[in-house]
């Protein structure tokens, strides 16, 4: 499992606009998909979507990434805070 951390508390499509929604699980194709459209800038999510990217694609075992805050980190481990990534 890859854990990030970061200063929010999960991913979110359409951040800090009218539309913006929080992403609580998201496979790896899903990922790409919303990577590719453009909803994680570099300088703020993109970086940590594309670690999660290559974390995913080098494993042939079935791993994870969960990226939340710190704050949050015991929540997310149970699955009730931030946002999972699985292959």
């Known amino acids: 499992m890859l854990i990030i951390l970061t200063d929010v ?8 606009k009218p539309s913006q929604r929080v992403l609580r699980r998201a496979s790896l194709s899903e990922i790409k ?12 999510m993109g970086p940590k979507i594309q670690a999660s ?24 481990l149970e699955g009730r805070a931030g946002t999972l990534i699985e292959r």
């Open 53 to 76: 990217i290559r974390f995913l694609e080098k494993s042939r075992s079935k791993r994870k990434v969960i990226i939340t805050s710190f704050d949050l980190l015991d929540r997310a």
């Open 33 to 44: 998909r919303y990577y590719k459209e453009g909803h994680f800038p570099e300088g703020s």
């Open 9 to 16: 508390d999960a991913v979110y499509l359409n951040y800090d």
